[in-house]
């Protein structure tokens, strides 16, 4: 099948450029989206897609680039992939919808069991299922609130947890995700992150005890529902807290009855090389939120969690009209298979090596790297000037629009807009994964 059609890992595995990048076509549609969207909805590179699978992207141009950005962490398997394609189409064939809420079907359930199977600990779980992200962690915040009766809810610095009027309120960075947009959601509270590059290096066991300090002194353990945090940092800048920063808060929130809530939308579904980024700590959240890598680019998002927490919401009081579309748990399951079939933890891993590798070796090369670091397929370069802490986003602008023009896909984040970061589909080939690699180095070069 996968030689047979259009998309999917069938397309040639190259980088080709057959204009500028963006071409004329693109720019035509560009001219169009303009007039049609409002410029509020940004595009990164606006090359206009018109199939992808493997390691590439092709445009109405005709290029093909090289995809290090998997649609920000969601085809986590490789875009368009065989199993999540065949899938949807047996599903598509049956029904696409009927609300689960109204006559429920089997989808819903096995990828609910499957997510209770996959998350780490081995209580008792259950799993609601919805459809982006930010509604995912609107949902584990009301059932953190119905089961504590509390309503303080704690997120941390350089946080992103959506774009929602509750999740605008959690997330840190104002420009452009909330700057006003507000008044935003109450009951908030910030708490200082492990951020080993810029706090002098602190352990995590000390960053944890700043973190415990200011919650205790300024929200109240008594009055705190919940602490929503990112294993590794996803918007904020690929940001990995010092080792024992989140077991320590895990345990904190142990024992203030504080539902510990691991936000991975981006750091899960195989990302890092394990199934959930907070297994490389051991810590057991009370719930996890995922989304993004979980259905192969169909939207689904889901809380799983401990069953006496998840069960404190009253019947009715959870759901919403597509949450667990049947498509969508199609591919769901889809892709859960193929992460088995594939061995896709592992190539997770192997893809992290090379790219950590390759990254410092530039970084030995290049001061203006500051900080390679993230795990598995999640990785990320921190640019500042050079022999100095301070942030260079504009050199993180100007990398990735070199990178662009040469049909690479690359992304940036942080709070200081200085990290370029990279999140390659587990289904790229080695030799597209070095070319990038090569890319990248060629690029840092030139703009010296
Ligand atoms: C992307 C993201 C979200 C929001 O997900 P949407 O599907 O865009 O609503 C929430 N948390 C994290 C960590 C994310 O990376």
């Not at 997330?171 to 080993?196: D, I, N, Q, W």
Request: glycine share 12%; net charge negative.
């Amino acid at each position: 099948m996968s030689n047979t059609r259009p998309g999917g890992p069938g397309l040639p595995q190259v980088r080709r450029l057959a204009t500028a990048v963006p071409g004329p076509a693109s720019d035509a549609w560009a001219a169009r989206k303009d007039a049609a969207v409002p410029r509020g909805v940004g595009t990164t590179l606006p090359a206009y897609v018109s199939a992808a699978g493997g390691g590439v992207l092709t445009d109405v141009d005709g290029n093909s680039l090289i995809d290090f950005g998997s649609g920000i962490a969601v085809t986590t398997v490789g875009n368009s992939a065989p199993r999540v394609v065949e899938a949807v189409r047996e599903q598509l064939e049956l029904f696409t919808h009927t609300c689960f809420m109204v006559t429920p079907y089997d989808g819903y359930v096995q990828v609910a069991e499957a997510l209770n199977a996959l998350t780490p600990g081995e209580h008792d779980k259950r799993t609601a299922l919805f459809n982006t992200g930010a509604e995912a962690v609107e949902n584990a915040v009301k059932i953190a609130r119905a089961h504590t009766r509390r309503q303080a809810v704690v997120a941390f610095e350089h946080g992103y947890h959506g774009r929602t009027n509750l999740t605008m309120a959690l997330t840190a960075k104002s420009m452009p995700y909330k700057s006003g947009f507000g008044p935003f959601a109450p009951e908030v509270y910030r708490a200082p992150l492990s951020y080993p590059f810029r706090d002098g290096g602190l352990d995590g066991a000390t960053a944890a005890a700043h973190a415990i300090d200011v919650i205790e002194k300024q929200v109240g353990a008594e009055n705190l529902a919940a602490l929503v945090i990112e294993p590794i940092q996803g918007e904020g800048g690929f940001i990995v807290p010092a080792p024992g920063f989140l077991p320590a808060l895990a345990e904190w929130s142990r024992a203030h009855g504080v539902v510990f809530v691991a936000d991975e939308v981006q750091s899960g579904f195989a990302r890092t090389g394990r199934m959930f980024a907070c297994e490389h700590e051991g810590v057991v959240p009370d719930l996890i939120v995922t989304a993004k890598g979980i259905a192969g680019g169909l939207p689904l998002a889901a809380v799983t969690g401990r069953a006496e927490i998840m069960d404190a919401p009253h019947v009715g009081g959870l759901g919403g009209t597509y949450g667990g579309n049947p498509l969508a748990c199609a591919a769901a399951l889809a892709v859960i298979e193929t992460i088995e079939e594939e061995r896709l933890l592992d190539r997770a891993l192997e893809i992290g090596k090379t790219m950590t590798e390759r990254l410092t070796s530039l970084k030995e090369r290049d001061g203006r790297v500051g900080e390679v670091r993230g795990r598995g397929a999640m990785i990320a370069v921190e640019l500042v000037r050079e022999g100095s802490l301070e942030p260079d986003a504009q050199l993180a602008k100007n990398v990735a629009a070199a990178a662009h023009a040469q049909g690479l896909v690359v992304l940036t984040c942080g709070t200081y807009g200085n990290v370029l970061r990279f999140l390659p589909p587990l289904s790229i080939p080695d030799a597209l994964l070095h070319e990038g690699l090569d890319i990248l180095d060629a690029v840092f070069a030139k703009l010296r």
